[in-house]
């Protein structure tokens, strides 16, 4: 299965989203597929990318997942249905220029 992160910068450039992009990379210890870069409407960039989770066994997901979310923020909202998917949140961050955090998972995926 695949976790989608998005990361929410509060930076004026491309190559200033990057560099906390890869700040948060080396934190989580993960291989991304791939990522992007674009301008969000509210301002600064959102950073997207995917990895892999280290196990198919959606009991175990969750736990691992938020175990990886706190190398990168506290306080995670979470939402969705927990048997199917997880969806969560953060405003506080890790990280500096980093404002918030959004990673999903879905089992059907």
């Known amino acids: 299965m695949n976790t989608h992160w998005k990361l929410f910068t ?37 950073c997207s990318f995917r990895s892999e989770t280290e196990t198919e066994d959606w009991r175990q997901i969750p736990y691992y997942s938020l175990q990886q979310g706190q190398k990168l923020g506290r306080n995670w909202i979470i939402s969705g249905d927990i048997s199917s998917e997880l969806v969560a949140w953060t ?18 995926e």
């Open 10 to 46: 509060n930076c004026k450039s491309k190559k200033s989203s990057e560099k906390i992009l890869n700040r948060a990379l080396r934190s989580l210890n993960i291989n991304v597929h791939a990522y992007s870069i674009e301008p969000y409407q509210k301002g600064g960039f959102v």
């Open 91 to 108: 405003n506080e961050s890790a990280i500096s220029g980093l404002e918030s955090i959004e990673m999903q998972i879905l089992s059907n």
